[in-house]
């Protein structure tokens, strides 16, 4: 049978660098990470479904800096294009459903970050 690899999801050059190798540091730095963003998330569409427009618009510009610390390059992209589809007045419910999504893959990353840093 032939062995899959398996590819990382995430980077954590950034982090490694910012922390000067400080493991603990990064352990709660993904610790956070994995616990902070999915109610940041749900948050989002959450005003978005109130069409709490600009808070919204916000919230997401505010957020997306987080990803950068996991060389999460793609969602940043999602991120800033769904924070564009709002300032530029797309309906709150196609942008949701791209959070959503986003949402998705985000937990994705988070279950390879606990499985490969041993995070409960």
């Known amino acids: 049978m032939k062995r899959v690899e398996s ?8 982090l490694h660098e910012i922390s000067e190798g400080d493991t603990e540091f990064i352990h709660e730095m993904i610790r956070l990470f994995i616990v902070e963003i ?30 950068s610390l996991f060389g999460l390059e793609k969602m940043i992209e999602r991120l800033n294009q ?31 970050l606990k499985s490969d840093h041993n995070i409960n």
Do not use: M, W
């Open 82 to 112: 769904a924070e564009n589809c709002l300032r530029s007045g797309t309906e709150c419910r196609v942008v949701v459903n791209e959070l959503k999504c986003l949402r998705d893959e985000f937990n994705e990353v988070a279950f390879q």
């Open 7 to 14: 590819r990382t999801l995430y980077n954590l050059d950034y």
């Open 38 to 67: 999915p109610s940041r998330l749900n948050k989002i569409i959450l005003l978005l479904t109130e069409e709490k427009r600009q808070k919204a618009t916000d919230e997401v510009h505010r957020i997306a800096p987080n990803f």
